[in-house]
């Protein structure tokens, strides 16, 4: 069952962060090496209502940030390659699951889509775990960019599912 994250999903939230950068890091996938989850910044994730989790059996072990509207990383374009669709669309941010249960991203894909049909993501360029989902889910490669931020290389997927 997807939800709206709450105040009561924090640690469930910080530790599925925490379960997914071991998985990135014993996968050699520097994504979410700079980043920290304080449990502060979770908690204003959960404040801006953005942010959705996977309950099963009563325990939250996936979670996604769902915000409609400008991603600024997105604004300036994409170094190679281009977005494939214009208009209002939402952005797929912090996916991530503490690996007990399988099928996550589409679970939390399929609520998005009732949300807003057009969605954009992005991920880190060894990331391939995420690279696999996206194409079993229907997204298409637009291109890549280095983050502003991270001077990362990312690559960016869209669609409009309908």
Known sequence: MVRKACAEDLNAMINIYKKAQEYMKHTNNPQWVL???????????????????????????GSMGFPIGKEPAYEAGL?????????????????????????????????????????????????????????QLGFHYCGTFI??????????YEEIFK
């Open 147 to 156: 983050g502003k931020k991270t001077g990362m290389p990312w690559v960016a």
């Open 35 to 61: 980043f920290t989850f304080t449990p502060e910044d979770v908690q204003k994730d959960i404040e801006s209502g953005h942010y959705y989790v996977v309950e099963r059996n009563g325990r939250v072990c």
């Open 79 to 135: 170094d190679e390659g281009q977005w494939r669709y214009e208009g209002e669309y939402a952005t797929v941010h912090k996916l991530a699951s503490d690996g007990t249960e399988h099928g996550i991203f589409a679970e939390l894909l399929e609520y998005a889509k009732g949300i807003h049909p057009h969605i954009r993501l992005d991920t880190h360029r060894d990331n391939d775990t995420m690279h696999y989902l996206v194409g």
